[in-house]
Each structure stands twice: as C-alpha cells, then as structure tokens.
C-alpha cells in the first residue's frame, strides 16, 4: 500500500483490508508508536467535519507526527479564488501526505491524480469516506471475530447514504447475507443490487424493521433526513419506523451489535445506548486506530 | 459513387460521415474540431432519411480519420457512417464504436461534481454501450444519454 493513495474503498483489495485491519489490531494494542517522527501531514478540511477531523489528528499526533492545515476553506487561500490544483501542488511542497475532506464530488480523486504524495480522502461529498468504510470493517471483525459468513442489517437511508453503499461494497468480499431496511422511497439503488446479483450475494429488502432484525449479526443504523422526501406526509408516516429501542432488541442474537457512523440524531433511541449490544460509541475510537494503520502504511512505515 | 441525395456536391478523396441525427451536426463538426481544419468542407443538414426523419452528411476533402478520433462521434451519432472516397469512389465503408473510456467530450450531469466547478478535462468509463451510461472518473457518478451534454 505504500504510496498508494486512498480515494474510494474499491481502490484496495481485499488482502489490503485484512492487511490494515491486523495493523489496527497491533496500533490498538500498543497506540503511542512514534512512527512519524519528522513527518509532516497536511490536513485540508475545504469543509468542516470536526469529528472525522479530530481522529485524523488524533491518530497522527499519537505517532507522533505533525500536522500542517486548515479547518474550513474560509481560513484558506481558497476564499481568495485559488483553484484546487494550486492549493493542492502547493501544500504538497510541504508535507509528506495529504488528508483533505472538500465539497465537491471526485475532488479527492483529482488530487490525487496531481500531488506528487498520497492523498487520503477523509469525505469528497456525497461520493466517498473510505476510513470511514475501514473502521466499520474494523469494527465488525473486532466484534464478531470474522469477517466471512455475517449476516448484516443496514437500516435507513439506503439510497442516499455513502457510509452503507461502501460498507456493502466492501463486505460484498466475505460471502455476507445482506437485509436491506429502508421506507420505499430511500431503497437500495439497482446499480448496486445488480451488483450484488452479479457476485451471486444474498439480500433481502424489507420496509420493517422489527421482521429483519432477529437473525442479524450487525445492524448499521443510519438518518432517515427529512429533506430527502419529496412528499412532507410521507416523511411524518414513516420517520417513527425506522428508529431502534430498547424493547426491540430482546429478540436479537447475543453476538449482535449495532453500529452507526455518527451523528445520531433520534434514530437510535438513548434507552438503547446501556444496552451492551450498543457499539457505536467504541466503533469511533476504533476510527483513530484504523486512521493510524491506514497513514503509516502508506508512508511505508508499517 | 451513387449518391441517391447529392444534395451536398461529392468529393474526390476523402471521408463523408453519414447518416448523423440532424440534430448532433454541430457537436459532431466541435467533436471533431472541424472548425479548425483548413481543407474544403461541405456539409448538408435537415436532409431526408428514412432512419431519422432528417439526418446530416459533412464531406471532408483530403481528410481521413483514425479509429480513436472517429470513435469520439459515437455519444452523439452511435449510427454514423464512414465512406472512404478515392477518386469518386468509395473505397472502405466504416461504421463507428463507442469507445471503452470518454475523454474530454462530455460533461457530468452532477452539479456538485469537482469537474463542473474547476478546470479539469472529464473522464468517463462506457459502463453500458447500448444505452450510452458513462460513469465519472472523478464523482463516481453515471451520466446516462437524455443528460448527455457535449462540452
């Protein structure tokens, strides 16, 4: 992985999740390694993302590297009209990696295609979130011991939603059984469930939430946002649907857990957070250990 | 050369592309870049077909095309047709193929799309021939033909 940049998560293989996922393994072990000592990591936040921020720079700081940037494009010369390409060749000349969150669709991509260091997309829009993906791999591998043969339930807004259409594509690699909850208007798009035809991959599509769960080894909860419904009286008939309690979980598998990329907003009820199958909060710190494997691999360090 | 129209007058050597929609003549002659080309070139529009209603025809003299370049019409006229003249004959017929990757011709149907808000040359892969679906290097994102749009 050495050099090679991280834009989409189909950019690596599957040896290279497993790979990264062991590396987390030993940085959750043993976090303050100091293996960036002298290194220099650009972070370009064109947007605000402060959670996904603090666990890159978190992650770096516990290597001990440092860290050179901005935290929204109006701190930057982007206000004054610098195009992309420009800030990107520039900042190159002062780090050794560049992790850059932007707005805009694709713009990771490109950067990568013009900076001569790697680039690590930390969120290009709608498109991807690549260490997000990871840390939700590493978190299921740490809960469930395997990757191969689970059962996962993604629940929500599953037409609009980059976390879930990542997280399927990459589990696509490990024989998972997939059920699909989402009201009618945010389901699963075709592509990908041709997709899934292709690889001969089981799934199952289901408007209740309740009927799907029981046989669930993972259940990845997302937003179901108001402003994605075209009809407001749909929105209001559904919004409570979709939403996971306490009660609800009594019929799930022990081994179960439930994950959610954050920020909550009411889709997980707080009578849920006590519950020990509650994962989510531990699956965020596992984002500083995966943003550790996933920069020193690419530097060579690991 | 039986030319059935001849609405548009022959010519000795070179390529007449047929059999485009009347409506994609001008995207075919800025594909190409014809408007840069210093040899003669006639071209008739709005002319019968059976095939389209109204089609349009470009003679180039003395011009020929390589596959690649030719190939680049094929999101705008997948019917088009080559003949190849040599002395008022047509010499090699050619149909065109949509190529596996897009360069620079088509623009991304996605507003938020970073090659509709800074200078970069669009890249697309043909994910589907038959519809014309074109996938985006940079958004991930599928521009299909009714958003065709040529830059």
Redesign the interface.
């Known amino acids: 992985m050495k050099n090679k940049s991280l834009i ?1 998560i189909t950019d690596y293989s599957k040896a290279e999740y497993l790979r990264l996922i062991e590396i987390a393994e030993e940085f959750e072990q043993n976090p303050k390694q100091q293996l960036l000592e002298g290194v220099v990591i650009a972070s370009l936040f064109f947007e605000p993302s402060t959670r996904t921020r603090l666990s890159f720079e978190s992650a770096i700081n516990r290597l001990g590297g440092k860290i050179v940037g901005f935290t929204d494009a109006a701190s930057s010369s982007v206000k004054k009209g610098e ?3 420009d800030t990107i060749l520039t900042v190159s000349n002062y780090s050794d990696l560049i992790v850059m969150r ?6 990771s ?2 950067a990568s295609e013009i900076a001569p260091v790697p680039v690590v997309n930390a969120g ?5 979130h690549p260490t997000q993906c990871m840390l939700d791999l590493y978190s299921i591998k740490k809960t469930q011991n395997t990757l191969d043969n689970l059962n996962v339930a993604l629940v929500g807004d599953l037409k609009y939603g980059r976390t879930v259409h990542s997280l399927m594509m990459a589990m696509s690699n490990f024989n998972t059984t997939f059920n699909f909850i989402s009201p009618n208007e945010l389901r699963m798009p075709d ?1 990908y469930k041709n997709y899934l035809d292709n690889q001969n991959i089981r799934y199952y599509e289901h408007d209740n939430l309740e009927e799907a769960i029981p046989h669930a080894d993972i259940i990845y909860m997302t937003r179901v946002q108001r402003e994605r419904f075209s009809d407001p009286i749909e929105y209001e008939k559904v919004k409570n649907s979709y939403v996971l309690r306490n009660a609800m979980l009594d019929q799930t598998k022990d081994n179960m857990r439930i994950l959610h990329p954050l920020p909550r907003v009411s889709e997980i009820h707080e009578d849920v957070d006590s519950n020990p199958k509650a994962y989510y909060f531990q699956q965020a710190l596992n984002g500083v250990y995966m943003r550790q494997a996933i920069i020193s691999s690419i530097l060579g360090l690991k | 050369m039986k030319d059935k129209t001849l609405s548009v007058s022959a010519i000795g050597k070179g390529t007449v592309i047929d059999h485009i929609p009347a409506d994609s003549l001008f995207d075919v002659l800025s594909i190409l870049k014809l408007d840069e080309l210093d040899s003669q070139i006639t071209f008739g529009t709005n002319l019968k077909s059976e095939k389209y209603g109204k089609k349009a025809i470009i003679k180039l003299e003395g011009k020929f095309f390589k596959d690649d370049e030719i190939n680049r019409i094929a999101l705008v006229a997948p019917e088009a047709k080559l003949n190849i003249i040599d002395d008022y004959h047509v010499v090699e017929k050619k149909v065109v193929g949509l190529p596996d990757e897009v360069e620079g011709i088509a623009k991304c149907m ?1 507003p ?4 509709n ?4 040359i669009t890249k697309f892969t043909v994910i589907d021939k038959k519809h014309v679906d074109l996938k ?7 521009t299909d033909k009714p958003n065709l749009e040529i830059i």
């Not at chain 1, 932007?102 to 713009?107: A, D, V």
């Open positions: 989409s195009s992309l390409k932007h707005p805009l669709e694709g713009s991509r490109f290009d829009g709608a498109n991807q592509t | 996605n938020k799309c970073v090659t808000q800074e200078n970069i985006c290097h940079y958004c991930e994102k599928v």
